[in-house]
Nanobody, 126 residues
């Protein structure tokens, strides 16, 4: 049974940093597309980073490029999200997700992911 457990959320002032971690179990970790998403109150869920664990290719939207970094640890079956220069608009619930397919992350979007964690809250105060 696939399990994704997020950790590392919290409250931070604008300009600060947080590191989120997603512990994955119940499936073969390698050669999957894994992503981090966020959802602010009243807004749709949006992707903030993705990584193909088969080769390490990473994907970011312009809104976080240069500030967020996604990485993988194959020994621990974890995917981390390092978030720097945080802004108030980065506030939201952050979710980890994985696709069932063995393909890379090209064309990644919310609906293309099959399994989701419960989320961890990130609050950035200005």
């Amino acid at each position: 049974q696939v399990q994704l457990v997020e950790s590392g959320g919290g409250s931070v002032q604008a300009g600060g940093s947080l590191r989120l971690s997603c512990a994955a179990s119940g499936y073969t970790f390698g050669s999957r597309c894994m992503g981090w998403f966020r959802q602010a109150p009243g807004k749709e869920r949006e992707g903030v980073a993705a990584i193909y664990t088969g080769g390490g290719s990473t994907y970011y939207p312009d809104s976080v490029k240069g500030r967020f970094t996604i990485s993988q640890d194959n020994a621990k079956n974890t995917v981390d999200l390092q978030m720097n220069s945080l802004k108030a608009e980065d506030t939201g619930m952050y979710y980890c997700a994985v696709r069932k397919s063995w393909h890379n992350c090209v064309g990644w979007y919310v609906g293309s992911f099959d399994y989701w964690g419960q989320g961890t809250q990130v609050t950035v105060s200005s």
